[in-house]
């Protein structure tokens, strides 16, 4: 009976020395459910908040990606406009001969493709502004090609950034470059003129101006989506901190108390195993003659 | 007046007892590691005095002893100890059968991890959610089939698993009943043993504790009741007698297994041999059919399960199923199977729904994401086991409806309504899309979301498991402490023996001595007296 007690004893002893090693070599408190039914619920909720933060983080990747294309893109387009503004007010000198407004035309056609080109900037395979169409380009060909066309898609690309929050990350690319192009369409026209005068060509000036203000309010809306964005990357780093957190506090052990444990449970079997020794030798067998 | 040859036969009698008891020592040491064996004793009794009184008694003052014999040996044993060793040992059958099952069930859930369904159905939301902030990207799209092909293969993983387990459950319980009959016929045959040795006055010590390490292995099994039939004959009044042996319900209820007339056979209809005989591919019990001796057939239904006091079987049999017929089986393998099949067919529904309402990269509406092949579409019986990504996604990746609106390759809003499925909340068993289109499906769950209803299945599992292994550790200190007892009573202390075997070896020669000591008294009348003059 005695042996019985302490083999028992022994066992009980071996089996909490082997679950103290096991958290310490995984670093959980649990490694089944019934370990800590509550501990396990609540790790699987932890993990799914953590994996929310983290994806979160990566959408967020994205929107950058999309703000700062376009905003790159925008930046030519904007130098592209000022070239222009250069052109316009050269031309509109009087002294200007129709042969140098022909070549200056020339440029402006030249430069209107450059915009065609930035507006169908393409993006990791995709169109960045052509709406929610990104597997098409926003113009086919030139203007003044045949078959020129615009396509035209003006619907919002959205991205979620946090739980039902979604921040639409691209631009009205249809009204901003139809508008450039059109206005460019237009200056070509008059410097194509013979007819025209200094004050007509000096007169389009306040179009370009107008395309470069729209220009310009494109741009900004984007510098805004990009405090926004930054914000919520704030929120999101805290949130991976604190959900971290959350979930390290509810599975992880104390290091220093469980090999406390582990050490004290050490000396318990330690002693369990010498008593035992002892009491099982001796019976009065031994001292018989 | 005394025979001069009295007091030789008083010092022999004194020999030849304690020469039983010694040899009875000495079967106790023998015997001293022998599992179920109890010490036996030599029971001293006091020989007829002399003389007897009756009418030609012969005139002396006095009785005189006439020495000892061995009256009977008895084995040392606490009936009422062995009643309580046995209602733990069928509690602890019940607990530690319930904890083991429970355990394999964690060990294939394996939740908490990196490697279970929870996690394959993140990894499918993040892949979605990368498809949706890139939709028109051919990786993303692979990227949300293979894991959509992962979480489909964990559902199967899971269910076959599971039902695997539940197979082998069925086993068990085949062989467990297969034992149970073979203790049952064993006790039997050694009742007729000590029926027929009981009658000449006999005790059958060591057929004693056979019978009763049987009964301790049976009790594990069943909860049983042991009463005793006295066999009759010239029988003494400490024999133990013939073991009857029942079952015992809840109520107290009896329905005997073991009577002096025979045993009864043990088996469970319909058959569960999962390997051997397909007839009962579901998996479930609906009655314990007991055939006695005689051939007459009590049965236990399966609503009358509950009234098993305890012990191993029962247990098995809640794990492993029990009901009327195949469609309505209760227990906890086929409760965690239905849970399945209602968790994949949910999510899939929902998740074909949505994406049916979405757009595909050639510009037409979405076709199911995920095929099963379920009979039952209340309880989606079938669905864990069959599901998976549909033959059309697998062959073409732009069938993948992202797209909210018709001709919008980079319209991701269908993708991100796809990854909050799990997530919808569902009201009496009907759920309302995350898109505005205000479809509803109804599904078997009946409450909260996918995400949470998987999310309880785990804690439940939790929660029962540490029920379980606290109610085995419990059973298992109760019933040790109570062997301790019985052992205390019953087992052989060396010490003891030693003690015993120096009390009795000094006896047998005291009583040798007087042999010698009469044999000088007889010298001295024989040769020493009547010479005087010679």
Do not use: C
């Not at chain 2, 009977?72 to 319930?98: M, P, T, V």
């Not at chain 2, 979480?151 to 459950?169: K, M, P, W």
């Amino acid at each position: 009976m005695l042996a019985n007690n302490m083999l028992r004893n022994l066992s009980n002893s071996y089996e909490r020395l082997g679950k103290y090693q096991e958290q310490l070599a995984t670093g959980k408190k649990i490694s089944r459910p019934s370990d800590d039914p509550v501990v396990a619920m609540k790790g699987i909720a932890y993990r799914e908040d953590l994996a929310r933060v983290k994806q979160y983080q990566r959408n967020i990747g994205e929107v950058h990606n999309w703000i700062d294309s376009a905003d790159d893109a925008l930046d030519k387009v904007g130098l592209a406009l000022q070239r222009v503004q250069e052109l316009v007010v050269q031309a509109s000198t009087d002294t200007a001969t129709p042969e140098d407004r022909k070549k200056i035309a020339d440029e402006i056609d030249q430069i209107q493709k450059h915009i065609v080109d930035v507006a169908n900037t393409k993006v990791g395979g995709k169109y960045i502004f052509n709406g929610a169409d990104t597997k098409n380009p926003l113009f086919i060909g030139y203007p003044g090609e045949t078959g020129f066309a615009v396509n035209g898609n003006q619907s919002d690309v959205e991205i979620e950034v946090f739980d039902g929050i979604k921040l639409d990350v691209n631009i009205d690319g249809k009204t901003l470059f139809t508008g450039i192009i059109g206005m460019l369409d237009n200056l070509k026209t008059v410097l194509n003129d013979p007819n025209s005068t200094g004050n007509t060509i000096s007169s389009h000036l306040s179009q370009v101006e107008a395309q470069q203000d729209a220009l310009l309010a494109a741009r900004s809306e984007l510098g805004a989506k990009q405090n926004r964005v930054e914000m919520m990357e704030n929120r999101l780093s805290t949130q991976e901190v604190i959900a971290t957190k959350l979930m390290s506090n509810n599975e992880d052990i104390e290091y220093e108390k469980t090999i406390t444990d582990l050490i004290t449970q050490e000396s318990v079997h330690r002693a369990a195993l010498s008593v035992g020794a002892r009491i099982i030798q001796p019976t009065l067998v031994d001292f018989l003659r | 007046m005394l025979s001069t040859f009295h007091g030789l036969e008083v010092a022999k009698r004194g020999m030849f007892t304690q020469q039983s008891a010694l040899y009875v020592t000495a079967h106790n040491i023998a015997n001293a590691n022998t599992p179920g064996y109890s010490r036996q004793r030599v029971n001293f009794v006091e020989t007829e005095p002399f003389p007897p009184a009756s009418m030609n008694r012969p005139q002396i003052p006095g009785q005189m002893g006439t020495g000892v014999e061995a009256g009977s040996i008895q084995r040392i044993r606490d009936s009422f100890l062995d009643y309580q060793y046995r209602n733990e040992a069928s509690k602890l059958g019940y607990w530690s059968a319930r904890s083991e099952v429970i355990a394999k069930m964690e060990d294939i859930m394996n939740e908490p991890s990196e490697f279970g369904l929870s996690k394959a159905m993140t990894q499918f939301w993040e892949s979605l959610q990368d498809l949706s902030a890139n939709p028109e990207n051919e990786g993303a799209r692979a990227v949300v089939r293979q894991r959509g092909i992962a979480v489909a293969e964990s559902f199967n993983y899971l269910y076959t698993s599971l039902s695997q387990i539940r197979d082998d459950l069925g086993q068990e319980i085949k062989t467990g009943l297969l034992e149970v009959n073979s203790i049952l016929k064993q006790i039997s045959e050694l009742n007729d043993q000590i029926k027929a040795v009981e009658p000449n006055g006999y005790l059958p010590n060591d057929l004693y504790d056979k019978r009763d390490a049987l009964v301790d292995e049976l009790s594990k099994y069943f909860q049983v009741k042991v009463e005793t039939v006295p066999s009759g004959g010239n029988a003494l009044d400490i024999a133990e007698g013939i073991y009857e042996i029942s079952l015992v319900n809840q109520d107290g209820s009896t329905v005997k297994i073991v009577t002096k007339d025979g045993y009864s056979k043990l088996s469970v209809d319909p058959p569960v041999d999962p390997v051997n005989d397909p007839t009962n591919p579901d998996g479930y019990v609906s009655e314990i059919r007991i055939e006695d001796a005689l051939g007459n057939i009590t049965t236990i239904s399966y609503d009358k399960f509950n009234d098993l006091a305890s012990g191993r079987i029962k247990s098995l049999i809640e794990s492993y199923g029990y009901g009327s017929d195949p469609n309505n089986v209760k227990g906890y393998y086929p409760d965690m199977l239905a849970d399945l099949n209602k968790m994949a067919y949910s999510f899939a529904t929902m998740f074909n729904a949505q994406h049916r309402e979405g757009y595909d990269l050639n510009n037409s509406n979405g076709v199911d994401f995920f095929e099963m092949n379920v009979s039952d579409n209340t309880t989606g019986k079938g669905a864990a086991a069959s599901i998976k990504v549909s033959d059309v996604i697998m062959s073409d990746l732009g069938k993948i409806a992202a797209s909210s609106k018709s001709g919008e390759s980079g319209n991701g809003n269908n993708a991100l309504y796809l990854s909050m499925i799990k997530d919808v909340q569902i009201t009496n068993g009907s759920a309302t899309l995350p898109s505005s289109s205000g479809t509803t499906v109804s599904v078997p769950i009946t409450g909260g979301t996918v995400q949470t209803f998987y999310q309880g299945l785990i804690g439940k599992i939790g929660v029962d498991g540490q029920q379980a292994e606290r109610m085995k550790t419990n059973a298992e200190t109760l019933a040790t402490s109570v062997d301790n007892n019985r052992q205390s009573v019953s087992s052989v202390s060396l010490d003891e023996e030693m003690t015993n075997m120096i009390k009795f070896q000094h006896a047998y020669n005291a009583a040798a001595r007087m042999i010698t000591a009469i044999d000088e008294m007889l010298d001295k009348i024989i040769n020493d007296m009547g010479i005087v003059g010679r």
